[in-house]
């Protein structure tokens, strides 16, 4: 696609449970990222790829968390026994090859956990 | 560890008049990219304006420019002729050797008619 796709766009879930959140980035991008919004607050960094390793997962908050990117092009973030306090908006972003720091996001996917 | 900082929560501008958000970050390095990044309540982050810290001239996109001052860290956006699909949050963030962006808390322009 033309843009970075996420899915869901909207996700309620019970606390416990297990969700998935899945980005399918720009075509060609190497870089993947996955941020976490909290609202009225700024993205903060959860993982990086790159290709299919993650280069930097130092953002993850505790082991229910973790992401993968088998094929280097679609990321899953995958939320383990999930908390009230996971509610946020989940952001993705690709990047092209080379560190010109820019990034192209999606709308996000928000994540409710009553 | 790079830090930015947004002070301002809140900024209010007419409209066709001029605003400028404030933005401080802190990092050692000494080659990096500094952003600012729109987003409206869609959510998607939508990039404003985008300096290389080795430019010493201060990037400018149509109605937006930045005053970038190194020695300072200091990182400022103007927005010329404001317009009501400028109300949106405005996010300054920092991109170093991890190739990997810092966001400061953001700060919500509105724009009154």
């Known amino acids: 696609g033309a843009g970075v796709s996420q899915t869901p766009s909207n996700k309620v879930t019970e606390k416990g449970k297990y969700v998935e959140l899945r980005c399918d980035p720009i075509?060609?991008?190497?870089?993947l990222y996955w941020y976490r919004q909290s609202l009225g607050q700024g993205p903060e960094f959860l993982i990086y790829?790159?290709?299919?390793?993650?280069?930097?997962d130092s953002g993850l908050p505790n082991d229910r968390f973790f992401a993968v990117r088998p094929e280097g092009s679609v990321s899953t973030l995958k939320i383990q026994r999930t908390e009230r306090g996971d509610s946020a908006v989940y952001l993705c972003?690709?990047?092209?090859?080379?560190?010109?720091?820019?990034?192209?996001f999606g709308e996000g996917s928000r994540l409710t956990v009553l | 560890a790079q830090t930015v900082t947004q002070s301002q929560p809140e900024m209010s501008v007419q409209e066709a008049e001029t605003v400028t958000l404030s933005c401080t970050y802190d990092?050692?390095?000494?080659?990096?990219?500094l952003f600012w990044y729109k987003q409206p309540p869609s959510r998607q982050m939508i990039l404003v304006i985008r300096?290389?810290?080795?430019?010493?001239q201060n990037a400018t996109e149509n109605r937006f420019s930045v005053n970038f001052q190194k020695a300072a860290k200091s990182f400022s956006l103007k927005i010329s002729d404001s317009q009501l699909g400028d109300a949106a949050m405005y996010f300054c963030?920092?991109?170093?050797?991890?190739?990997?962006?810092?966001f400061g808390k953001g700060i919500t322009l509105s724009v009154r008619p």
């Open positions: 972003a690709s990047g092209p090859a080379g560190n010109t720091g820019e990034l192209f």
């Open positions: 790829f790159q290709g299919t390793g993650a280069a930097d």
């Open positions: 075509s060609g991008h190497t870089a």
């Open positions: 990092t050692s390095e000494s080659d990096y990219y």
């Open positions: 963030a920092y991109s170093g050797a991890n190739s990997k962006l810092t």
């Open positions: 300096q290389e810290a080795y430019k010493q």
